[in-house]
């Protein structure tokens, strides 16, 4: 597949873009922030800068005290309210939408930041953790209440107290209470995933089953293959039958899926690549400027230009 390193943005990328302090952040490997009514004007200019498609070279976790927001999630959009935990792994393209309420002063969004090569450092096995049952990309947000919130605020709470602090090995410190913090987050959600799956029917989880598949292999496919005949010969079903599944599962059709990763990734390129558009023609594998921009526009109603300059 085609690099897409050049549009990933990790922590000195933010860091370099948004106003926050060092004293909340530990080098390029570990931030915690928060946006909140109690520094509006920060909060605000962050938000303008997550109301664009990113992909992060990291994790991500979202923890909402108050308020309400919305998160894409490549393109699922998740609805945070009070008490919720969003995890986003490396690899996927992240856009915070507006608040419902336009003001900020009853919100308060807690969100941490983990590169990629910190946490490969820490004792925590994913690939164990993610083959016993946890989906993120399927659930990586719940609702927490009772001892579990609290538990979690605590964490929270003393992680940025470590980060503020003038101790010693505060990387050292951060990443034992980062492993610590994610073995807890795995139990939240194993418990939670557990009720949901009883619950669940045998048909619809066949086709959440296919869908799941489905998704993944857009996500990996869609610069360079768009037509159904090449994921349904993947499934190993006839493309009119995956369309069916993807329909009933989902409510939208498969090539609508399709198309709306592509312009996701090329809302991606315009805004965080330097690349120009028609390196982004290439890149998608449209066969000229003229398709793409045709393409754009009807998705979008904006030329590809119109989006970079916006």
Same mark, same amino acid.
């Given at each position: 597949m085609e690099d897409l390193s050049l549009q990933t943005i990790n922590i000195g990328r933010i860091k370099s873009l948004t106003p926050i302090v060092d004293e909340y952040a530990l080098g390029n490997d570990f931030i915690i922030g928060e946006v909140s009514g109690r520094r509006v004007e920060k909060s605000e200019i962050l938000l303008s800068m997550l109301r664009y498609p990113f992909r992060f070279d990291g994790f991500i976790i979202f923890f909402l005290r108050r308020g309400h927001f919305r998160v894409d999630l490549n393109l699922n959009t998740f609805e945070l309210k009070e008490h919720s935990v969003l995890m986003v792994v490396p690899g996927n393209i992240v856009k915070l939408s507006s608040p419902v309420d336009s003001h900020l002063v009853d919100t308060e969004l807690i969100f941490v930041l983990v590169s990629r090569e910190f946490m490969s450092g820490i004792r925590?096995?994913?690939?164990?953790?993610?083959?016993?049952?946890?989906?993120?990309? &399927?659930?990586?947000?719940?609702?927490?209440?009772?001892?579990?919130?609290?538990?979690?605020? &605590?964490?929270?709470?003393?992680?940025?107290?470590?980060?503020?602090?003038?101790?010693?090995?505060?990387?050292?410190?951060?990443?034992?209470?980062?492993?610590?913090?994610?073995?807890?987050l795995v139990d939240?959600?194993?418990?939670?995933?557990?009720?949901?799956?009883?619950?669940?029917?045998?048909?619809?989880?066949?086709?959440?089953?296919?869908?799941?598949?489905?998704?993944?292999?857009?996500?990996?496919?869609?610069?360079?293959?768009?037509?159904?005949?090449?994921?349904?010969?993947?499934?190993?079903?006839?493309?009119?039958?995956?369309?069916?599944?993807?329909?009933?599962?989902?409510?939208?059709?498969?090539?609508?899926?399709?198309?709306?990763?592509?312009?996701?990734?090329?809302?991606?390129?315009?805004?965080?690549?330097?690349?120009?558009?028609?390196?982004?023609?290439?890149?998608?594998?449209?066969?000229?400027?003229?398709?793409?921009?045709?393409?754009?526009?009807?998705?979008?109603?904006?030329?590809?230009?119109?989006?970079?300059?916006?």
């Open positions: 925590f096995d994913f690939n164990k953790v993610f083959q016993e049952g946890l989906r993120m990309w &399927d659930n990586p947000c719940i609702s927490l209440d009772g001892d579990d919130l609290k538990l979690a605020e &605590d964490y929270f709470n003393l992680a940025r107290t470590i980060v503020v602090s003038h101790r010693n090995n505060k990387l050292e410190v951060m990443g034992s209470l980062l492993t610590s913090f994610l073995y807890v939240f959600w194993m418990a939670r995933l557990s009720v949901a799956q009883k619950q669940e029917s045998r048909s619809s989880a066949r086709m959440n089953q296919v869908f799941e598949r489905f998704i993944a292999l857009v996500t990996e496919y869609h610069t360079t293959e768009r037509g159904m005949a090449f994921y349904a010969d993947k499934l190993c079903l006839t493309p009119k039958y995956l369309s069916k599944l993807v329909k009933q599962a989902t409510g939208r059709s498969a090539p609508d899926w399709i198309d709306s990763f592509v312009i996701l990734e090329a809302k991606n390129l315009l805004k965080y690549s330097d690349k120009t558009i028609k390196e982004i023609v290439f890149a998608l594998h449209f066969p000229n400027q003229s398709v793409f921009y045709k393409f754009f526009k009807a998705h979008t109603d904006m030329t590809p230009s119109e989006y970079r300059k916006g």
